[in-house]
């Protein structure tokens, strides 16, 4: 059944927008009468009927709601520093949704190549990769912000720090807790400064490993989801 993202969700009828509209009725050809599954991004799932197979504006009637729980007893926070190529940090974007991640925050670091982000472009990404992927929930992309601002914040978890510098670290798998709200901090291709790894060490960060290849910004960020993801697997 053909999915569609619509974020708030109330009442019988809902009228999909322009985009949407014109996917359903222009490129995936439905007509009247058609069954479609809508998602809202928060745990509920909808069976809807077309009624007005208008391609600007398609109106559905909601026919069947069902809300599912998250079955996640614990939140993983990535804060990443966007890639000089757009194209990887939105691989990293779909990659991490599929595999399951509740907040992505850009952050701007001493050797970041590139200080902005295509908000819009990279939020649909996130709802087709939720789609693609069949989860219910979607991530939360948090605005860009700096590193300092960002680590000099509160969170209620266990606090990593991926870098690449010498001294003691422990292996990223070694380092997590299953059922524990996890941040992970991934720096820039230059990694991050060491004046941010101190910092980020005095505020309570731990700094981790993620093994002995040294990876690509957008793979790191895809390792350490995938590890965390693994481990808290029951």
């Not at 909601?62 to 993983?76: A, D, G, H, M, P």
């Not at 990293?92 to 599929?98: C, D, L, P, V």
């Not at 010498?166 to 380092?175: A, P, V, Y």
Request: aromatic share 6%; charged share 25%; hydrophobic share 35%.
């Amino acid at each position: 059944m053909n999915s569609f993202y619509i974020s708030n969700i109330s009442g019988s009828s809902i009228q999909l927008n322009a985009n949407e509209s014109k996917h359903c009725i222009k490129v995936l050809r439905l007509k009247k009468g058609d069954m479609v599954q809508l998602m809202n991004g928060n745990g509920s799932l909808y069976k809807a009927v077309i009624q007005d197979p208008d391609s600007k504006k398609c109106l559905l009637e909601i026919v069947e709601e069902e809300k599912f729980q998250s079955t996640r007893n614990f939140r993983l926070t990535i804060a990443i520093a966007p890639t000089k190529n757009n194209e990887r940090f939105e691989w990293f974007i779909e990659k991490t949704t599929e595999i399951g991640i509740d907040r992505i925050v850009p952050i701007i670091c001493q050797h970041s190549e590139r200080k902005d982000i295509k908000s819009e472009r990279l939020e649909k990404i996130l709802i087709s990769a939720m789609k693609q992927s069949g989860q219910t929930f979607l991530p939360e992309l948090a605005s860009l912000i700096s590193f300092k601002e960002f680590v000099n914040s509160t969170f209620d978890g266990i606090k990593l720090i991926a870098h690449c510098e010498s001294g003691e670290k422990r292996l990223l798998k070694n380092s997590v807790l299953p059922g524990k709200n996890i941040l992970i901090l991934i720096g820039p291709e230059g990694d991050f400064d060491p004046s941010e790894i101190k910092l980020a060490l005095e505020k309570g960060f731990i700094p981790v490993s993620l093994g002995n290849s040294r990876l690509r910004t957008e793979t790191a960020g895809i390792v350490a989801c995938h590890t965390v993801c693994l481990i808290n697997e029951k």
